[in-house]
C-alpha cells in the first residue's frame, strides 16, 4: 500500500479487557516498531521487529503487552486485563532497512485507546 | 543519548519565516540530527536530516553550526497547514528505537 495502516482507528475497552491492534507496514519493509504516544508528549518507543524476529521488545511497560509479527509483515500488539494506564495513542512505523542512511521510520496514523 | 531541548510552543502568522532551535549539548561524535513532524490524528513524518552546516530540501532548512551543540528547523513562508508539533531527535543513524521528547507546538495564525 501507499503506507502504514493501522486498524481499528479506535478503540474503547473496558477495563480488564484484552484488545489487539493491528498494523500494516509498507510492502517490503522489513523494519517494524511500535510506540506509544500519551496525550500531551512524544511518541516512546515500545519494541521493534526485523521481519518475523522481535529484536528489542524493552520498551514494553509489563508483561501485559504482547507483540508478534508471525510472518514478517503485518504485525498485531496485543494488550491484555487493560488498565486505565493503557489509554493512549498506539503507533505503529515501518522502514526498508535498519543500519546506515536509510533509516527512516514511516509512521501510521495510530490507534487511539481509550481504557474505562 | 543526547539529551535535546526545544521550547514548547511558539505562535506565528501565516507568510512568516518560522525558526524552532533545538539544543543538544552531549551530542556524540556520530550522532545525526533529525526533524518529525505531526499533525493532529497523524503519525510523526520525517522532515529533515543532518550532521553539520546546512541541509535544504522541498519542506525545510536544518542549520547546524560547527561545535553541533544546537540545531535550528527553518520553515519558511509557514501557513495554517504548518500548524504541527515538531521534535528534534538525536541519536546515530540506524538507531532503532526514536527518542522523541515533547516537541515543539508551532500555531500558525491567519
Known amino acids: 500500500g501507499a503506507g502504514v495502516s493501522q486498524s481499528p482507528r479506535y478503540k474503547v475497552a473496558k477495563r480488564g479487557q484484552d484488545v489487539a491492534l493491528r498494523c500494516d507496514p509498507i510492502?517490503?519493509?522489513?523494519?517494524l516498531f511500535w510506540y506509544q504516544q500519551a496525550l500531551g508528549q512524544g511518541p516512546e518507543f515500545l519494541t521493534y521487529?526485523?521481519?518475523?524476529?522481535?529484536?528489542?521488545k524493552s520498551g514494553l511497560p509489563s508483561d501485559r503487552f504482547f507483540a508478534e509479527r508471525p510472518e514478517g509483515s503485518v504485525s498485531t500488539l496485543k494488550i491484555q486485563r487493560t488498565q486505565q494506564e493503557d489509554s493512549a495513542v498506539y503507533l505503529c512505523?515501518?522502514?526498508?532497512?535498519?543500519?546506515?542512511?536509510?533509516?527512516?521510520?514511516?509512521f501510521g496514523p495510530g490507534t487511539r485507546l481509550t481504557v474505562l | 543519548l543526547a539529551k535535546t531541548t526545544q521550547p514548547i510552543s511558539m505562535d506565528s502568522y501565516e507568510g512568516q519565516e518560522v525558526n524552532i532551535t533545538c539544543s543538544h549539548n552531549?551530542?556524540?561524535?556520530?550522532?545525526?540530527i533529525t526533524w518529525y513532524q505531526q499533525f493532529p490524528s497523524q503519525g510523526p513524518r520525517f522532515i529533515i536530516q543532518?550532521?553539520?552546516t546546512k541541509v535544504t530540501n522541498e519542506v525545510a532548512s536544518l542549520f547546524i553550526p560547527a561545535d553541533r551543540k544546537s540545531s535550528t528547523l527553518s520553515l519558511p513562508r509557514v501557513s495554517l497547514s504548518d500548524t504541527a508539533v515538531y521534535y528534534c531527535?538525536?541519536?546515530?543513524?540506524?538507531?532503532?528505537?526514536?527518542?522523541f521528547g515533547s516537541g515543539t507546538r508551532l500555531q500558525v495564525q491567519p
Open positions: 512505523a515501518s522502514s526498508l532497512v535498519v543500519g546506515g542512511d536509510t533509516d527512516t521510520q514511516y
Open positions: 510492502s517490503g519493509h522489513v523494519s
Open positions: 521487529f526485523q521481519n518475523e524476529a522481535q529484536l528489542d
Open positions: 552531549n551530542i556524540a561524535t556520530n550522532d545525526y
Open positions: 543532518g550532521y553539520k
Open positions: 531527535l538525536v541519536g546515530p543513524p540506524g538507531r532503532r528505537a526514536l527518542t
